[in-house]
């Protein structure tokens, strides 16, 4: 079992930059690639971004492709998700998740992922 807890969520101007932080604890030595999606108002829930653990590989959503910026601490357990150039159509609860399979590259499909986070909420005010 793998639990992740997501912080660095809140309301930031547009234009602004937060960091979001997931750590994994219980068995994070299983974890392969880890994720962010995100769920707004109203919306299903997107892909935003992952990483590879092994080799740090990373996969963005044409969304926030050079807005966000994913990276991993392995010593930590810890991936973030660096958001800079706020939009108010970022505004969800931004959810980190993990897989423990290996497929050779970072995935958007949530079915590939086996544990999720409760999820952090970012408002963007314009």
């Known amino acids: 079992q793998v639990q992740l807890i997501e912080s660095g969520g809140g309301l930031v101007q547009a234009g602004g930059s937060l960091r979001l932080s997931c750590v994994a604890s219980?068995?994070?030595?299983?974890?392969?690639?880890m994720g962010w999606f995100r769920r707004a108002p109203g919306k299903e829930r997107e892909f935003a971004a992952a990483i590879r653990w092994s080799d740090g590989s990373t996969f963005y959503a044409e969304s926030v492709k050079g807005r966000f910026t994913i990276s991993r601490d392995n010593a930590k357990n810890t991936v973030y998700l660096q958001m800079n150039m706020l939009k108010p159509e970022d505004t969800a609860v931004y959810y980190c998740?993990?897989?423990?399979?290996?497929?050779?590259?970072?995935?958007?499909?949530?079915?590939?992922?086996?544990?999720w986070g409760q999820g952090t909420q970012v408002t963007v005010s314009s």
């Open positions: 219980g068995r994070p030595s299983s974890i392969r690639a």
């Open positions: 998740a993990a897989e423990t399979t290996d497929w050779g590259r970072p995935t958007k499909e949530e079915d590939e992922y086996d544990y």
